[in-house]
């Protein structure tokens, strides 16, 4: 996260390595909410400006206000009126375009959720350094990029940089579902309500009618709405299925739904 009166780093208008990509990011997303918005925006621009056009660009000009309106056209790309990670992305191209490969790969967070199925192999609720090593190699192949074991390491040592906020060295489901774009993270619309293992428990037992240690979509169903029933029945569906996609035949076991609402409640 940035500090007050720290140097921006310099905007190259070049390929981007990844790692200078996370500097700018970490920088100018100040507040580490997933966007660059408000004055962060502004300053974001200012610095953009200079690197175009050199030094002295003015955010008080009313130019200037009518070219942030231009760029926001350009490059907002859900008109929310904020920057996030995949849009400055495509403002500031980056070494192998990396996260623009893995909207490819993952774009939904349906199919976010069945590849963490996929490749949380040890089943432990976390991604550790070798599970996101293979998935990234996964990915690179999917998007036909070469690449040899030193960039395979480089990268899963970004990827964790990036998103490791704990620094415990491996993802958390919430901390990998940052790579997706901020209106598919369904884990970011529902972060207000993240239970205890205790209150868990008690819910998953309630739920699970027939004792049998799982539950099926009906009865999951019934779970988010009495759960989340300040979000419409549209935004349910979504997250249903979402959640549904870690599920083994359309039996949800407890481990898998623990992930979701309860690990990385710190964060």
């Known amino acids: 996260m940035a500090t007050q009166g720290q140097q921006p780093p310099h905007l190259h208008l070049e390929e981007l390595t990844a790692a200078q990509f996370i500097d700018i990011w970490r920088h100018f997303d100040a507040d580490g909410n997933g966007y660059i918005e408000g004055k962060e925006l502004e300053n974001f621009f200012k610095e953009l400006e200079s690197a175009r056009r050199g030094p002295g660009v003015d955010p008080s000009n009313a130019a200037f206000k009518e070219q942030l309106k231009e760029f926001m056209a350009n490059f907002d790309k859900n008109a929310d009126g904020r920057i996030e990670m995949s849009e400055l992305a495509q403002i ?10 893995f909207r490819e790969f993952v774009g939904s967070s349906t199919q976010f959720m069945a590849a963490w199925r996929r490749y949380d192999t040890d089943r432990s609720g976390y991604i550790e350094s070798n599970e996101l090593k293979g998935f990234l190699a996964d990915l690179l192949k999917k998007a036909n990029r070469n690449y040899d074991d030193k960039k395979l390491k480089e990268y899963t040592q970004t990827i964790l940089r990036m998103f490791d906020l704990n620094g415990d060295g491996k993802l958390g489901l919430s901390e990998m579902a940052r790579l997706l774009p901020v209106q598919e993270n369904f884990l970011l619309k529902f972060q207000g309500i993240r239970l205890t293992v205790k209150e868990f428990d008690s819910l998953f037992t309630f739920y699970d009618k027939d004792g049998n240690g799982y539950i099926d979509e009906q009865e999951l169903d019934a779970l988010l709405k009495d759960l989340y029933r300040d979000v419409g029945s549209t ?28 690990r990385d409640s710190e964060l």
């Open 92 to 101: 500031l191209p980056t070494e192998e375009n990396f996260l623009l490969c």
């Open 235 to 262: 935004g349910i569906g979504g997250y249903k299925k979402s959640i549904m996609a870690l599920s083994d035949g359309g039996k949800l076991y407890r481990a898998e739904l623990e992930i979701v609402l309860c």
